[in-house]
Structure formats: C-alpha cells, structure tokens
C-alpha cells in the first residue's frame, strides 16, 4: 500500500538551458518547518540590530530560506564540472546536492528552481510573505499579485 504521504509526494523538473536539470520534489510540512527555522533565525537577530542591520538581515534571510526549501526539495540534479563558487578541489561527476551547491548555481537558474519549488509548495505562509516584502524583493514571483498587504506581526 502506498498510502497517504505517497499521494501528496509530487516531483517536477525543471529544464534549465545546456542540457541541465533539476527534479524537485513537493516538501512536507516537517520539511518546510526546517527551512523556516532559517526565517526564525532572522527575527532573532533582527531584536540586536539597529534600523539599518534589521532590514539587511531580513534580506540574507528571505534568501537563506529559499535557498534551503531549494536545497532540501532537489531529488536529482544533473550539474556537473568544477563549481567556481566553492572552489572545490577538481571537477565534479555531478555536483553534491547541499546548500553551499545550491548558492553555487547560476542566480537565474536558482530563481527558476525556487519559482518551481514555491509552486508546488502553494504559495507562502504569512511569515514568509512578510520576510520577502521586508527584504524588498521586487517584481517578478506568481502569486504575489493576489497576496494582500497584512499588518506586519513582527513583535515575539
Ligand atoms: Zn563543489
């Protein structure tokens, strides 16, 4: 028997140009908890920081989140060679499927991944939409457009 989890468990690629791509899985909700742990960290750091630093934090944060729902949904990629980020010794088969990889790929690639990754994860919980609009992140993800302005709950 499959069972539940094996119905809610959907995997898309995403084709990216040169012959490359990125199989994605759609995430649990244990799973998009570990990426949230990334927008918590956040709102920690943000207490310590003048005006200033709270905003530039809550950018890197919005971008260590998706890099991490990025991350833990790759079921296989096909990325190969040296990754110049890193600086890996040598070339690589294939690259690892870890966080410092996924920083590694190409931005517009990523912005394809996580378009996918957030798709097939319907849309933000209210902490995320309220970690992107204070990172200012502009234009561009589907679904913003229909997501209405909330008083920002930002006090612990
Ligand atoms: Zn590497």
Redesign the pocket.
């Known amino acids: 028997m499959e069972g539940y989890a094996a119905t809610r468990r959907k995997v898309a690629t995403v084709d990216l140009d040169g012959d490359y791509f990125v199989r994605v899985k759609k995430l649990n909700r244990l799973e998009v908890e570990q990426a949230e742990l990334a927008l918590s960290d956040n709102l920690m750091r943000q207490r310590v920081g003048d005006g200033e630093s709270v905003e530039a934090s809550m950018k890197m944060d919005s971008s260590a989140y998706r890099t991490r729902m990025v991350a833990i949904s790759i079921v296989e990629w096909n990325l190969d060679g040296?990754?110049e980020a890193?600086k890996?010794p040598g070339n690589?088969d294939r690259?690892?499927v870890d966080e410092?990889?996924v920083r590694?790929m190409d931005s517009a690639d990523f912005m394809s991944v996580w378009r996918q990754v957030n798709a097939l994860n319907e849309g933000r919980k209210p902490a995320e939409r309220l970690a992107f609009r204070a990172g200012g992140e502009r234009g561009g993800d589907a679904g913003d457009a229909d997501v209405a302005p909330e008083p920002a709950p930002l006090r612990a």
Do not use: F
């Open positions: 040296p990754c890193l890996c690589h690259w690892p410092a990889h590694a």
